[in-house]
């Protein structure tokens, strides 16, 4: 193993793209703040390079209970702390020559980022992906605190995702040193501060005066964090090559620092969020090993073999009258929306055709305006447009999989001739909502994708038909609350087939307020059913809010004492049941359709039978554990496994549909 003072020469070179993944805004300063002074000196002499220094902060720096902040913050709010500590990165940043542009801030809540391990894996695989960095280093697993070991599992996840083809992988992994408990039972509980477990001398790098000096006021720039620095030196930094590191166990024996001091995460807990994590991204967590010797680059002679994921074009296409967008209030267009996002954050390229107004990250293709009513007649102008708008776009562009999402995907098709490219549909609703003979179509350009195991077991045989890919949410959006207020939530579409009028009625019966959220579309079904049905039951505890997005959706959410489910119709998912759930409130709904996939019965819910027997169940899910809701939320519901399951399909259908081409071009040649 390389020792620090041989690791510098490749840290500081201005040669090397470096990326640096730290728990918060400070970590960089503490674990590499003398050497980033150092490569920025050097990169000053050189007047032309090709490396780089990114800087990724996974948390905001704010945990959300105010006596964990910085003394003299506890009456600030979160977010006006997490800004605080933005504007000390910066200061300290800028005495290292990077700026805004060379820093990604995922944002996960300090002390959380444990529980989104799958997703922050994700993230960094997209970063490193796009980056591609020649080394990356970050905190080694040692149970100083959870960020920290949550930093170090997900950087080696995301590289093992990346070395089964995704793209380049890093040639080099280094671990910063930052802080653990000191493991000689003679000083039980003793802090040790940059120093690696091992506690090997040749780890230790003494800096030089004027990288020490620019590192001592690195850390004055994060002033609100004085005295948590007080701990560390500016002359000197830990450094190693990241060894081999098992996550099916702790990280040393007996209790970890964060364990000593009483914070709600364990070590058990840890371990079983990360091999659930490896798990969901086809890995094993036994063993997360740093990169592979070096090949080639400034590392040394050869040559090296990386295998890049080829770009792919993907065309979706939502119901012709609904606006695409994460906000929305529709499960299909908000999947769809996630979807869009995440292709552009892997490089692919994303088009979307959909209605003005939508909001989407890929390429934007406006269909029409809505105006309402959204009847008969609307439907089918629309259905012209988007029709021939696909019709032009395929003629025009080369295009490897068109992803319709809306129940009319039917009228929008394009002709299977000519075009030749295949067709993914997504049933977000009930088999019995779409045409009769969509399962026996002969297209075969044509595949169909239910969302759950109940739509799919309610499917007619047909062999356009796909396993289901069930949806998700994104977890790190949400905002939990351990003390909610007294009401139960009733959020989504305001119709008759979501039954808010039940879900209102069972609230009251149960002796709980309700707040109905939701937009009422302007179908004319539904504007009488508002009319007639809702506006008669409002007054009193009950309260219609109307549309709600982004944080105050998810602000909403985390405060409800129960979500409240009463749909009419066999619900082929529910996205607003995931995000309660993750968020730690439990769900009561009537067991239709695929609720009973997402909703535990006595652990993350209660499920009903009937409306007669619904308020029992909101008091039932009223009483559950918010603790271990959220938790099962956070390791079942994410939407990084969806996403990464039809991003993987939408290559097995681009690679079929290329093998296919050049098989009918070789048999007509023959």
């Not at 969509?438 to 799919?456: I, K, Y």
């Not at 949806?471 to 790190?476: K, L």
């Not at 109307?546 to 105050?552: A, E, F, K, T």
């Amino acid at each position: 193993m390389s020792s620090a003072a041989s690791l510098l020469p490749i840290l500081t070179s201005p040669a090397a793209r470096l990326l640096v993944v730290a728990a918060h805004p400070d970590d960089e300063t503490v674990g590499l703040g003398g050497t980033l002074a150092r490569r920025a000196a050097l990169a000053r002499r050189v007047t032309s390079t090709t490396g780089t220094t990114r800087i990724v902060v996974v948390t905001d720096g704010a945990p959300r209970a105010p006596s964990l902040r910085a003394a003299g913050f506890a009456d600030a709010s979160r977010e006006a702390y997490a800004e605080m500590r933005r504007l000390e990165l910066a200061r300290a940043l800028r005495l290292v020559d990077l700026g805004p542009e060379d820093v990604d801030q995922l944002d996960f809540v300090d002390q959380e980022a444990a529980l989104h391990l799958e997703p922050l894996a994700r993230r960094l695989t997209r970063i490193f992906a796009a980056y591609a960095p020649d080394v990356v280093v970050t905190h080694p697993y040692e149970g100083g605190h959870p960020d920290h070991d949550a930093c170090a599992f997900a950087v080696r996840l995301a590289i093992r995702v990346l070395r089964e083809g995704v793209g380049r992988t890093p040639e080099l992994l280094v671990e910063m040193g930052s802080y653990h408990t000191r493991l000689d039972p003679r000083f039980p509980g003793e802090l040790v501060a940059q120093r690696f477990l091992d506690g090997n001398d040749e780890d230790v790098l003494e800096l030089d005066e004027d990288s020490a000096e620019i590192k001592a006021e690195m850390f004055a720039a994060h002033a609100s964090q004085a005295r948590v620095l007080s701990a560390f030196r500016a002359d000197v930094e830990a450094l190693r090559v990241a060894p081999d590191v098992s996550f099916t166990r702790p990280p040393h024996p007996g209790e970890v620092h964060y364990e000593r001091l009483g914070w709600t995460m364990s070590t058990a807990t840890f371990v079983d969020l990360a091999r659930a994590a490896a798990r969901a991204l086809g890995c094993d967590a036994s063993v997360s090993t740093a990169p592979p010797p070096a090949r080639s680059g400034f590392f040394g002679p050869g040559t090296s073999s990386v295998r890049r994921r080829d770009q792919l074009t993907v065309v979706s296409v939502p119901y012709t009258l609904a606006h695409v967008g994460t906000a929305t209030s529709g499960g299909a267009e908000q999947v769809l929306a996630m979807l869009d996002e995440a292709l552009v954050e892997e490089g692919h390229r994303s088009i979307v055709l959909a209605p003005e107004g939508s909001r989407v990250r890929g390429e934007f293709v406006t269909t029409a305006a809505l105006a309402p009513p959204y009847d008969d007649a609307a439907r089918g102008r629309m259905r012209a447009v988007v029709r021939d708008l696909l019709v032009d776009l395929l003629s025009r562009e080369r295009v490897d999989v068109v992803h319709f999402h809306g129940l009319d995907f039917g009228g929008v098709f394009p002709p299977e001739e000519g075009f030749g490219v295949p067709c993914l549909v997504t049933m977000h609703l009930s088999p019995s909502a779409y045409p009769g003979g969509m399962f026996t179509m002969t297209r075969e350009d044509v595949w169909l994708v239910p969302v759950s195991t109940a739509q799919a077991s309610a499917c007619p045989p047909s062999p356009r038909l796909l396993p289901p890919i069930p949806n998700g949410v994104p977890t790190s959006t949400l905002l939990p609350n351990a003390t909610p207020d007294d009401y139960a939530l009733v959020l989504g579409r305001v119709c008759r087939e979501k039954g808010v009028d039940i879900a209102i009625r069972a609230a009251a019966h149960a002796g709980m307020p309700s707040v109905i959220a939701g937009p009422v579309l302007p179908y004319p079904e539904h504007v009488a059913y508002f009319d007639e049905e809702i506006a008669p039951l409002l007054g009193g505890t009950n309260r219609y809010i109307g549309p709600l997005q982004g944080r105050d959706k998810s602000a909403r959410i985390g405060r409800a004492r129960v979500l409240v489910v009463a749909s009419r119709v066999p619900e082929t998912s529910s996205l607003v049941a995931m995000e309660a759930i993750a968020s730690g409130t439990p769900v009561a709904a009537l067991d239709v359709g695929a609720l009973s996939e997402i909703v535990e019965e006595g652990v993350t819910g209660a499920l009903a039978p009937d409306a007669d027997a619904l308020p029992e169940a909101i008091l039932r899910a009223s009483r559950l554990d918010r603790h271990r809701c959220r938790q099962i939320g956070l390791l079942s519901f994410d939407a990084g496994t969806m996403i990464t399951r039809y991003i993987e399909l939408y290559e097995q259908l681009a690679r079929g549909w290329q093998r296919r081409r050049t098989a009918r071009s070789l048999s007509g040649c023959a």
